[in-house]
């Protein structure tokens, strides 16, 4: 099945301990991007990536790192989470620049105390 | 002003009535669009790509109307399932594409 699988779906943690949020896909996209919503202010993106090795800042990057070193893979990392960062995230994945349409995973409730 | 603007809603309906909603860009350089459904706390998920000459899928309808840059989604006969928030994207051309998200319309679908 075409997915992209995100984990953990749910994580509170403290402020300052260093945590990663895998992503997933095994549908051979180039395109990989990050999200995170808050009430009222939508879907916001943090980090974007063409293919591997190739990344970009979105949005709202401060706080938030990311690598590709595989085409499959995107993880999210944060470094020093802060209460501000208590959001859901989304990863999601597209074809060829992120024309067609993203297919999005089940998404992280991360709240940071 | 918002790259892309929704009206939050809720739009609240009785089933088998038809709604529309419509979304506001302001970039004219704007060029794939998307409506997305989303469910309380779960994913978005892809609902259907529009196209200039509008296009249809069951009971639900996308239009695009680039002069007055805003896009619609119509839904006929509404069932219970309906009740979500329905996400409008747009994407630039700015090296890459770049999705912007509304902030979403949420419909209720009443029994």
Avoid at chain 1, 30 to 51: A, F, H, K, T, V
Avoid at chain 1, 70 to 94: D, H
Avoid at chain 2, 68 to 76: F, G, N, P
Wanted: some cysteine; hydrophobic content about 30%.
């Amino acid at each position: 099945e075409a997915q992209v699988t995100q984990n953990p779906r749910y994580l509170i943690t403290v402020t300052g301990k260093k945590l990663t949020v895998t992503c997933s896909q095994n549908m051979n996209h180039e395109y990989m991007s990050w999200y995170r919503q808050d009430p009222g202010l939508g879907l916001r993106q943090i980090y974007y990536s063409m293919n591997v090795e190739v990344t970009d800042k979105g949005d709202v990057p401060e706080g938030y790192k990311v690598s590709r070193k595989e085409k499959r893979n995107f993880p999210l990392i944060l470094e020093s989470p802060s209460p501000n960062q208590t959001s859901l995230y989304f990863c999601a994945s597209s074809p060829w620049r992120g024309s067609r349409g993203y297919t999005f995973g089940s998404g992280t409730r991360l709240t940071v105390v | 002003r918002k790259e892309v603007e929704q009206d939050p809603g809720p739009f609240n309906v009785p089933e088998g009535a038809t709604v529309a909603f419509n979304c506001t860009y302001s970039n004219s350089a704007s060029q794939s669009f998307f409506w997305y459904r989303q469910d309380c706390r779960k994913e978005p998920k892809l609902l259907m790509s529009v196209y200039s000459s509008g296009n249809e899928d069951g009971r639900f309808t996308a239009q695009l109307n680039r002069a007055s840059q805003y896009i619609s989604l119509l839904i006929r006969d509404s069932k219970l399932s309906d009740s979500a928030t329905y996400l409008c994207v747009v994407t630039s051309r700015r090296g890459t594409y770049k999705y912007i998200f509304g902030t979403g319309t949420r419909l209720k679908v009443l029994a």
